[in-house]
């Protein structure tokens, strides 16, 4: 839905909130939401249309003594929301509005509001983006406070970049549920709490329920000055790599060409910085390896994307498909789908790894031996390197909460719909991610090569002493040297530690 806000927006739920208990014929789908391997069961679902409401569903869960999770689009990786001891979820899925605020001259966007739709309204009404990713069922409201990045992020550094403001339900100390706004402005009070979602991650200090967006210094009064403008069209190549050709030596040969092109095209002032690419490094059992390779379309884009092509040979003739395409709809292109088989009763696990450095022979070596394992089967479980960097990195370490200086990101994933089948495919996540990084204790500690994790691809595996050896705490993986300061906002705005689950922020 698009709009323009009202002079009392906040106070205009557009419908009562909605309660479901057990028994109810909507608990059940309430229940599940991306990740079927969690299925939550609260006391009740708390649906919410607006700031008000959130304000008192909050107040009545906490004076109950219940312990309270937050949704909006339901795309956790771990069971942060559908935790056992959970008894009630605040369901922010009806607030999806999307629009611009001339009052803060500035964009909202809801955080029930799912990313294909939000691209979508921004673009179609006033010709401008953000760059978030491809997974277009994704909630606004963790994807955004996350440090949320995509393909036009080379281009365009993170969605908190152009964070403006959020607004934000909290609890004080005596249990007090109040609705706040933090700024980006030097002199707010409540900067603080801005940053701290600015990569802090979903789940930690209080529950979004709007942000505000606008690029940093824009003062124009046009909106569609005020937000990036996408380019037009975009050439598009698919790449696969069959399986039955691919050697050791030529599958190292093609990762460490693909990750020397990032490190040298990765600077923000690089010609090659619209190219963005993923290359998906899937298991054995599903056929191929496969790449997807974007350039913003001009004179010299398909010359660009042929040299880029050219410095993967790796002694495997590759199959080629090429098209041009409007933006939107190469963004939709990517997508990852919300809907069919491949995306309803799925189970999934994923891991992270953000890289400043390449991978080395021995690492790729590694990743090769659990791909090509023939005794697994898992075609829909793969290892990527995803293309980063560029205007990322314009922004300084300390100036938004989510850590910066890689170039390059790594994201491990499996995913299956059995049950049955839940401990095989989680052995297989977790033992290739410890033997690519067994020289660092089983995970990315941030060094040379390392910057750490995502916040955004939770992994539990990081707090456990099983899978991570290395002596540095999940926290330093995910934050780095931006976490101190966040333990200190999370004491002052969550006092009570309302809002926690096994990632969350520890109050300082």
Known sequence: MTDYLTEDYAADALADSIVVTPGDARYDLLARADNYRFVARPDYFHLVHSADQVERALGAAVAAGKRVTVRSGGHCGEDFVAAPDVEVIIDLSPMSRVGFDPRRNSFFIEPGASIGPALRTLFRNWGVTLPAGFCMGVGAGGHICGGGYGPLSRLFGLTVDYLEAVEVVVVDEHGATATVTATRAEDDPNRDLWWAHTGGGGGNFGVVTRYWLRAPGAEATDPALLLPRPPSTVRIVEVQWPWENLSE?????????????????????????????????????????????????????GRRMDEFLAELACGVPPSVRRQTLPWLAAARYLAVPDTGPWAIAVRRKVKSADLRAAHTPEQLRAAYRHLSNPAYTGPNSSMEYIGYGGRVNTVGPSQTAIPRGAILKTFFMTSWNDPAEDDAHLTWLREIYRDIYAETGGVPVPNEVNTGAYINYPDIDLADPEWNTSGVPWSTLYYGANYPRLQQIKALWDPRNVFRHALSIRPA
């Open 249 to 301: 030596s030529a599958f190292v040969r093609l990762g460490t060409a693909f990750q020397r092109w990032q490190l040298a095209n990765s600077a923000p002032d690089s010609p090659n910085i619209g190219l963005y690419a993923l290359l998906r490094c899937m298991h054995r059992s599903a056929g191929h390896l496969a790449m997807h390779a974007q350039i913003p379309d001009g004179p010299d884009a």
